[in-house]
């Protein structure tokens, strides 16, 4: 008999941090073979559930084909006219007088909350509990930088500005995650939004956007992306989670803010010779990649509000509200991902990176996201293959 627990008995009881898979630096050749071979079976599919990046080697010919057209040269350490236009075009878009291109997110937010709590004086970070900051960096705030993460808000629901008005200690700056990842990507009202901004202003306390998702985001507040970011000071945007560039981030910011982490980037060993493929790959690609995520959002609905039918899953949130989603399900990965494998050779459908553990006995969970990449895949189709996976 099927069993079905309701989104409030789900959130409590896999609530934990360590429901977020951790990359063990130390994996073996054996676990990289393995992925290596199921990249390979999810490239051979027509599409997927997740984010499929393109072939290294074409997107290579394609970015070197582009770049000729537009006549465009190298860089050197980040310098050269079109890195600086497209650092403006960012800036621009998010409504901030300057940008600033990364190697990594990482280093992008370790980088704005380093210059915030030396300006402030205070070393607390305010950090929702399935921040990356807390549960995938080693502990990087504190060792590298000696700031202080505190926990402010439960895990499942988005920071709200009582988490903050509660909060007994001063706070030298909060990072908010839009949208939040590990809970299906779940965000604040636009009015929820809009205290948080008020209360960090009104007590001095610097707001920093994680916004690895932002694109992703835009469509569920349905205002420009400048009027979403006003009130912070400092946003983080990737480059490759939707946009599909090989890597990179930005960080945007006031003049001052970004002077300083343009020095912070050398510190850090971020000052690559050339950002040029990053940078490149970007550009051929964000607007073709900003056109599509309403679109992408919308069929996740459908998708997710199909799923959510079936009684062997539960889908988090309900309704989705950006184009990614979570599912939880009975079963045990292992058995699970090999009803993944071949369900993607006879059908040529990929449901899922992974099905790790919901922390609940018998459950696991998957990140779905309706992107590109399931743009050949019909949504009855979809559907019919989870049936067989639950079957």
């Not at 690559?272 to 900003?290: G, T």
Request: net charge positive; hydrophobic share 45%; glycine share 8%.
């Amino acid at each position: 008999m099927s069993m079905r627990f309701t989104r409030g008995q789900f959130l409590r009881i896999a609530g934990a941090a360590a429901l977020a898979p951790l990359i063990d630096a130390s994996a073996s050749t054996a676990a990289q073979s393995q992925q290596d071979r199921n990249e390979r079976l999810k490239l051979s599919c027509r599409g997927a559930l997740t984010l499929r990046h393109p072939d290294a080697a074409e997107e290579a010919i394609r970015v070197g084909t582009w770049a000729q057209r537009q006549g465009l040269f190298g860089d050197r350490y980040g310098v050269a006219d079109f890195i600086g236009a497209f650092e403006q075009r960012i800036a621009d878009l998010l409504g901030f007088a300057a940008a600033c291109v990364m190697p990594t997110g990482t280093m992008a937010q370790l980088i704005a909350l380093r210059i915030f709590a030396d300006r402030s004086q205070y070393r607390t970070v305010g950090l929702h509990p399935s921040s990356h900051l807390l549960i995938e960096n080693h502990d990087d705030l504190s060792v590298m930088h000696q700031l202080q993460a505190r926990i402010i808000g439960p895990w499942d629901r988005p920071l709200l500005a009582d988490d903050i008005a509660r909060w007994p200690e001063r706070l030298g700056a909060i990072s908010v995650e839009l949208p939040v990842r590990w809970i299906g990507c779940q965000l604040q009202s636009w009015e929820q939004l809009g205290e948080i901004k008020r209360i960090c202003s009104n007590r001095g306390i610097r707001l920093h956007m994680d916004g690895a998702r932002l694109w992703e985001s835009q469509p569920f507040y349905a205002r420009p992306h400048a009027e979403i970011c006003k009130g912070f000071d400092s946003v983080y945007v990737s480059l490759y989670k939707l946009i599909g560039a090989p890597g990179g981030a930005v960080l945007a910011g006031s003049q001052a803010l970004i002077a300083e982490a343009r020095i912070w980037r050398r510190r850090h060993g971020g000052d690559v010779f050339q950002f040029f493929p990053y940078v490149a790959s970007a550009s051929m690609r964000l607007d073709n990649a900003m056109a599509k995520v309403d679109g992408y959002r919308q069929r996740a609905l459908v998708i997710s509000t199909a799923l959510a039918t079936l009684p062997q899953l539960t889908v988090l949130p309900a309704p989705s509200q950006t184009n990614i989603f979570r599912v939880f399900l009975r079963g045990d990965s292992p058995t699970l991902l090999d009803r993944r494998n071949e369900i993607a050779r006879r059908h040529g459908i990929w449901l899922a990176n992974t099905f790790a553990s919901a922390h609940t006995p018998g459950f696991v969970q998957a990140e779905l996201q309706i992107a590109e990449s399931a743009v050949q895949l019909a949504d009855a189709e979809i559907i019919d293959a989870f049936k067989v996976l639950l079957a």
